[in-house]
């Protein structure tokens, strides 16, 4: 079940500290990727101080609400490396419970980049690379799996990217969607945004 900040004053104050100044919930998308310094800088500074600040038990009260929560809650913990979550958002990332969350789930996995991250990623592609009918965050996460997968020095990815594999059937069955069929594209995104979070990491 979902928390709701109106009716729930724990989680409403976890908001107006964390999530909200700044509009940062908004931010922490691709749009991170096309803000310029000294707001950038800033940006990145404030975000590394409250994933230092933040306690475990925050984040998992901010996994329990909705997308604006959850997004934010996936970013600090990539930035803090609070690899405990891994398999809590795993579990969020598999349920598609709510829009707009996968992208900061999949950084944060890509970013920890152990096998057991693309193990969750792979569960994920397996079940929804088979429901063109659902086109959640397929290209991210196989941008992240692929990130893995080319840092461990695998080959895990190659029986989604063959010819006949899940990842060319999804797309022909999506053709109708505006997804570029180059997954090349979404290792670029997952690239940039885990140097971001690398960089967030060593802000001063």
Not at 94 to 118: I, Q, S
Not at 164 to 176: C, E, K, P, R, V
Request: charged share 25%; glycine share 6%.
């Amino acid at each position: 079940m979902i928390r709701h900040a109106h009716e729930d004053p724990e989680l409403r104050a976890l908001v107006r500290r964390y999530v909200t100044p700044e509009r940062r919930y908004w931010k922490l998308s691709g749009s991170l990727l096309r803000m310029q310094s000294p707001e950038y800088d800033q940006f990145l500074r404030d975000l590394r101080e409250d994933a230092e600040l933040i306690t475990a038990d925050e984040i998992a009260t901010l996994l329990e609400g909705g997308w604006r929560e959850r997004r934010t809650a996936a970013w600090l913990v990539a930035v803090s490396r609070r690899t405990g979550f891994r398999e809590r958002l795993g579990e969020l990332l598999l349920a598609g419970e709510v829009c707009c969350t996968g992208l900061a789930y999949c950084v944060a996995l890509a970013g920890f980049g152990t096998p057991r991250d693309a193990e969750l990623l792979s569960a994920y592609l397996d079940r929804y690379l088979r429901r063109p009918d659902l086109a959640y965050d397929q290209p991210v996460a196989m941008g992240a799996f692929l990130f893995i997968d080319l840092n461990l020095q695998g080959d895990r990815t190659a029986r989604f990217l063959g010819p006949d594999g899940l990842w060319q059937q999804w797309l022909q069955d999506t053709a109708h969607t505006s997804c570029t069929t180059s997954v090349v594209t979404y290792l670029s995104l997952m690239r940039r945004l885990c140097a971001v979070v690398d960089e967030c990491a060593e802000a001063q």
